[in-house]
């Protein structure tokens, strides 16, 4: 693939996913993005089990080219959508897929769109997904608990020379257990 190719799809890609995240806010586009989106899903399918005929018949053109925003001095104002026709929309997909990129075009956990490789849209999403994982919980507990133990407990010297915690308690008993001397004995 040409270099020239290649970034030319990049933006592709990068359009495609801009698009598929504007549509959730914007009710015009929504129908023709979720056109897209089944076409996404149903390529997953399609790989997973080789049907085509699903898939093709979403492959359907639609139109939308500009929504009505309200009036200015009499004049109404209009927004463009995005021009490209939903065919072309489509095509997109197709040609993403053809140049084995379409598997990048992924929804992250936070909803979004986003066109890249990796899991997530952006590093906030994956660390708040790093940070839920029982595993990293568990991790962090422990941290947090040999912390408290080296920095905070009033036995912190205690920890510090490797005592576990069940060596501190008996260390502790003892020292109470131990009668105290008394003056002048
Ligand atoms: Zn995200």
């Given at each position: 693939m040409s270099s020239t190719l290649k970034h030319s799809l990049m933006r592709d890609g990068a359009f495609l996913v801009e698009l598929l995240n504007r549509a959730t806010a914007e009710p015009l586009l929504y129908p023709r993005c979720r056109a897209v989106e089944q076409l996404l899903a149903e390529l997953a399918l399609s790989r997973e089990s080789d049907r085509v005929e699903p898939f093709n018949v979403l492959l359907r053109p639609h139109t939308v080219t500009a929504q009505l925003l309200g009036w200015k001095d009499g004049v109404p104002v209009f927004e463009d959508m995005p021009t490209l026709p939903e065919s072309d929309l489509m095509l997109l997909v197709v040609k993403l897929a053809r140049a084995r990129l379409i598997s990048r075009v992924k929804k992250c956990a936070c909803g979004?769109?986003?066109?890249?490789?990796?899991?997530?849209?952006?590093?906030?999403?994956?660390?708040?997904?790093?940070?839920?994982?029982?595993?990293?919980?568990?991790?962090?507990?422990?941290?947090?608990?040999?912390?408290?133990?080296e920095n905070l407990s009033k036995y912190q010297k205690l920890y510090k020379r490797g005592m576990t915690a069940e060596q501190v308690r008996m260390h502790r008993k003892k020292l109470k257990l131990k009668p105290r001397r008394r003056r002048g004995s």
């Open positions: 979004r769109w986003f066109f890249n490789r990796g899991e997530f849209c952006k590093r906030s999403c994956w660390k708040t997904n790093y940070l839920a994982k029982p595993k990293v919980q568990q991790e962090n507990a422990k941290y947090q608990m040999r912390y408290f133990r």
